[in-house]
């Protein structure tokens, strides 16, 4: 299924696999091998970092019980399909790093970085993953254990891609790649203008 095509064009030369990735939103309920799972860790932990100090840190549920304690504190609006998925991550990161004398400025930069490379992986390994910022982050703290010296980013949800039809109707006229701005909205030369 190349779902992108005629919907998402590179102008330039580009691996086709940054057009291929996209995040849709209903899964089927299928299991995702653990050593498949742990690929794209692997490629999270190869992402470039300031000083090399790897800030990103995931917390996985792949187990039902965990993902319930995940489902209780993302808004209903996401629940509504990403209860399906068979996994849900947690993308945190360590803000302080004393090698750099306390706060580590490059945290939130570096952890982006590592979750781009595993969601390219998973594209790879014909899974998809769906990035959410809604959800309560206090909540998610506090069930999750998570330390205040830790930022929590986002919960991507991954599983393999199911049809459509899972979906409501308002969500199923979503369920559809994006397109970008061009190279011209984004790149100034020289110095800044846009
Ligand atoms: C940090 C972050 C937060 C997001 N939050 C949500 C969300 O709460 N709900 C949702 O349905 N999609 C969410 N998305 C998905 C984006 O809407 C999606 O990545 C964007 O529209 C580009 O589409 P594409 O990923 O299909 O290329 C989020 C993505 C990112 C990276």
Redesign the pocket.
């Known amino acids: 299924m190349n779902e992108v095509e005629g919907i998402r064009e590179s102008k330039y030369d580009i691996d086709p696999i940054y057009l291929k990735?996209?995040?849709?939103?209903s899964f089927q309920e299928k299991d995702i091998p653990k050593d498949v799972l742990n690929s794209l860790f692997e490629a999270a932990r190869w992402a470039p970092s300031a000083g090399n100090a790897q800030p990103w840190r995931f917390v996985l549920a792949n187990k039902k019980s965990d993902r319930d304690k995940f489902l209780s504190y993302i808004?209903d609006?996401?629940v509504a399909?990403c209860r399906h998925a068979p996994v849900l991550v947690a993308v945190l990161s360590k803000k302080e790093e004393e090698r750099f004398g306390g706060f580590n400025q490059s945290h939130a930069f570096d952890t982006g970085a590592a979750?781009g490379y595993l969601a390219l992986e998973a594209t790879r390994k014909g899974l998809i993953t769906?990035?959410?910022?809604?959800?309560n982050k206090e909540k998610a703290r506090e069930i999750l254990s998570i330390p205040e010296e830790y930022a929590i980013?986002?919960i991507v949800a991954i599983g393999y891609q199911g049809g459509k039809e899972n979906l409501s109707e308002k969500l199923q006229s979503r369920e559809k790649?994006?397109d970008r701005k061009l190279i011209d909205e984004l790149v100034s030369e020289g110095s800044f203008s846009k």
Do not use: I, K, L
């Not at 769906?130 to 959800?135: D, I, L, N, T, Y």
């Open positions: 990735r996209w995040s849709p939103r808004n609006g996401n399909w979750w769906h990035a959410m910022g809604g959800f980013h986002a790649p994006s």
